[in-house]
């Protein structure tokens, strides 16, 4: 992913952008998820910015904590080690991302799917989409692969509580983890009072609060994921969330629907209202033929995403084309 | 503010519900085993509470509760708005939508009839009333520690405890943690140590004074007739409360009493003298310099050393430091013997066992794994080390992989074990392993600190000072 400005080697060097030339930020950082999460705030004074970043940022690791993957006492591998049939209790918000995650699971028709773990052998999910060794790998053999897909997981609201309803089916939510903990942070920020500030995870998903301080929108410019010096879209973000998805090097994405790796999209891009949703889609639109990203975006509210082939070409679905800035940034 | 969150928040959960209600699960050809639900629905077993304080500690104890099975939030209580909000706003997206919310903790006492027990993780200085209020009312109560910030409202506790018949739990979260287990074990069935002679312990921890946080506090600002009310004469004394005497004990409290109870814990007494040292002089500057709005009252460090004449090590000075000036090596607890030292810490990466060149091998040294930190080399903290080297494995026993499951837990979520124990004790499945009269041992410890600090004088003690009559 290539959202313009954004090194996480090297924050603090350079002020990106988006919020237009001469905005000042103060930013803050922490280490969480296999990823740098980073806020700059626009409009805070230091002692209300810095107690507010320390609550997100604690909001953050807390979403860590029930969501991962690697964690023993995580609410997610309690599931994946509960028998089959056992319910096993989440927290709130845990169960709202399982929740979301088998939403557009079903919506994509497992083109995004939480289970597809067994068809990645032991591949590090949080890495999953950070991989930087740019290794190609294989996925294992894949002829009427049980354990996989959502039908397999079976959530009770009432309860707030989950179950695995066959022994080895595996949720991982790594693929909007990171997008959970934004929303989260964002919400912790909103209550403090925070009015203008954008919220960075890792390369891959961003959030704003507000407006920046003398603009209508965060423009952002996205770069293509293999070249970052080639320039593929800019957008005007006023409210929502984004996130990318893409392969590195000469890899390539599973499609969890047949297990076989695919190839024909570089890099996907999705806006929707929450930055956990826009993880997901983001993730589901580098499987999605064209058909089914149009229906994909029908049936979210304020979903789009924008996408671009081997050959170079993009083509955007929903919302998209209403964010694009046709005015070229500073 | 708050409807429109009300709105958003039935947005989404209509939205959940909607959608589970309408997802068709497709079985395919695949054994399929469906839920039983019925393991975690309110029934007979569940055990009903209520959150009283989601402040800071609270809202700790409250995301923990919401993950254990068979216990149900029916209540919420705190006199900040945000706090109402928040924790109303988590447990009626867990299992209950219709849990109520209170700002007067006498509201919910006379309102809530079907209560089994409450959560208190308020400031130090309303434990007493509230504990002594909910016992009489007929419920269990885990209670934050410290149980108060005097002695006499400390006792006054054990002894409503005693005439209710109910539980009291307080919040020494480490007497439920297999490590401390295995630590108390290791000193004293297997005399890994030797005779102890010395033990220190220590939580450094850089905590600056800063203004209150602007924006927030006038979002949520608690008028101040309510204030006054619940004794607190500004929301700067609220939201800072750990600052004033009228409310807390300073970081001997705070901080302190945990790792003072491990000390009386393990080596099997209270201690026999005290003598502490402390003053508040960085954290009056710098309040002043950062133009807090208020003048610290607690010290902002303290420096206690006890004497402990152990039943089973004999006499045993201890040193213990509780700083919040510095976070110079965190915090842990050392006991050292002429055959060997454990150093403990709910950091687990912090923990270690270190054996003397002089004393005899152990029998499952050959298999333990060697640790080294900051320079030393020692043996990993283990508790399952022993069991394993005798061949057994989790797979085989339920009381290992029960242990395991402890272990990991201990490992990242340090409250949840104690509340499970609680909620244990409720159900007649377990002792409760800091019941009130262990508490008021570690209140006597770490207040007689304080008050040897104030006065400069060391304070001799007997075992009937650290029993209530």
């Known amino acids: ?330 | 503010m708050s409807e429109d969150t009300n709105h958003e928040q039935a947005t989404t959960d209509m939205t959940r519900r909607t959608f589970i209600k309408a997802a068709a699960f497709t079985t395919g050809a695949m054994a399929m085993t469906q839920p039983l639900w019925s393991q975690v629905a309110a029934g007979k077993d569940t055990i009903k509470i209520g959150m009283v304080g989601v402040g800071r500690q609270g809202k700790i104890l409250l995301n923990y509760i919401l993950q254990i099975p068979n216990v149900r939030v029916e209540a919420v209580c705190d006199i900040w708005s945000y706090s109402q909000r928040l924790g109303g706003g988590l447990v009626k997206r867990s299992n209950n939508p219709d849990v109520r919310v209170y700002g007067e903790y006498d509201e919910m006492l006379a309102a809530e009839k079907d209560l089994d027990a409450v959560i208190i993780a308020t400031p130090d200085f309303l434990h007493e009333p509230m504990t002594n209020k909910a016992l009489a009312a007929g419920l269990h109560v885990y209670c934050e520690k410290e149980m108060s910030n005097t002695l006499a409202a400390a006792a006054s506790m054990v002894t409503a405890q005693r005439a209710s018949g109910k539980l009291l739990q307080i919040g020494h979260q480490r007497r439920s943690n297999p490590y401390y287990q295995h630590a108390y074990r290791l000193m004293h069935n297997d005399k890994f140590c030797g005779d102890v002679t010395v033990v220190n312990g220590q939580w450094n921890q850089l905590k600056p004074l800063r203004p209150l946080p602007a924006k927030m506090i006038q979002r949520y600002s608690i008028p101040q007739d309510v204030l006054e009310k619940h004794g607190y004469g500004s929301m700067a004394e609220f939201y800072d409360w750990r600052w004033f005497n009228k409310f807390a004990g300073g970081p001997m409290t705070d901080l302190g009493s945990h790792q003072v109870d491990i000390f009386a814990w393990l080596l099997d007494t209270p201690p026999k003298s005290v003598m502490a040292f402390g003053n508040a002089h960085h954290a009056i500057a710098e309040a002043k310099a950062n133009n807090v709005g208020f003048v610290p009252e607690c010290f902002d460090h303290t420096l206690a050393y006890y004497e402990f004449d152990s039943p089973a090590f004999g006499p045993v000075s201890a040193f213990y430091q509780v700083v919040l000036t510095s976070s110079h090596g965190g915090f842990y607890e050392v006991f050292m013997g002429d055959s060997g030292s454990v150093r403990i810490s709910e950091i687990r990466e912090k923990s270690m066992m270190l054996k003397e060149k002089v004393a005899d091998a152990l029998a499952w040294e050959d298999q333990a794994e060697q640790v080294t930190q900051g320079g030393d080399t020692g043996y990993q903290f283990d508790p399952l080390k022993s069991r394993k080297q005798k061949g057994q494995t989790a797979e085989a026993n339920p009381e290992l992989a029960e242990m395991e499951e402890k272990l990991e837990k201990a490992k990242s979520k340090v409250h949840l074990l104690h509340l499970e124990n609680f909620f244990a004790a409720i159900r007649g499945d377990e002792k409760l392993t800091c019941p009130a009269d262990v508490g008021y041992e570690t209140a006597v410890c770490v207040l007689k600190a304080n008050e040897s600090a104030l006065t400069g004088k060391k304070i001799e003690l007997t075992h009937d000072d650290f029993k209530v009559a």
């Open chain 1, 1 to 330: 992913m290539a959202i313009e400005g954004r090194d996480p080697h090297s924050v603090g060097a350079e002020p990106p952008d988006w919020a237009g030339p001469g905005a000042n930020a103060l930013r803050f950082k922490h280490r969480a998820m296999a990823c740098d999460f980073e806020f700059y705030f626009y409009d805070e004074q230091m002692n209300d910015a810095q107690q507010a970043a320390e609550a997100a940022f604690e909001e953050i690791d807390r979403l860590e904590a029930l969501l991962s993957y690697f964690k023993p006492t995580s609410n997610v591998s309690r599931l994946n080690v509960s028998p089959a049939g056992e319910p096993v209790v989440f927290h709130p918000d845990a169960f709202d991302c399982l929740v979301l995650a088998k939403e557009i699971s079903e919506l994509t028709g497992g083109a995004y799917d939480p289970t597809v773990g067994p068809l990645l052998g032991d591949r590090e999910p949080w890495d999953f989409d950070e991989k930087e060794t740019g290794e190609r790998w294989a996925p294992p053999g894949v002829g009427g692969v049980p354990h996989v897909g959502v039908a397999l997981l079976a959530l009770n609201a009432e309860l707030c509580a989950a179950a695995r309803m066959t022994d080895g089916v595996r949720v991982d939510l790594g693929s909007i983890g990171k997008g959970a903990a934004i929303d989260a942070a964002a919400a912790v920020l909103r209550d403090w009072g925070v009015g203008s500030a954008m919220l960075v995870a890792g390369r891959s998903t961003m959030m704003p609060i507000g407006l920046p301080p003398s603009r209508d929108a965060w423009r952002m410019r996205l770069r293509d994921p293999q070249d970052e010096a080639t320039l593929i879209d800019t957008v005007a973000l006023e409210a929502g969330a984004i996130s990318a998805s893409s392969v590195v090097g000469d890899g390539h994405v599973l499609d969890p629907r047949t297990g076989e790796a695919v190839g024909e999209v570089r890099g996907a891009w999705a806006v929707a209202p929450g930055a956990a949703e826009s993880d997901a889609l983001a993730t589901a639109f580098m499987v999605l033929d064209d058909e089914a990203a149009e229906r994909l975006v029908e049936l979210r509210e304020h979903a789009g995403a924008f996408r671009v082939d081997r050959t170079g070409e993009g083509r955007a679905f929903g919302a998209w084309a209403s964010l694009r800035d046709d005015v070229e940034g500073p």
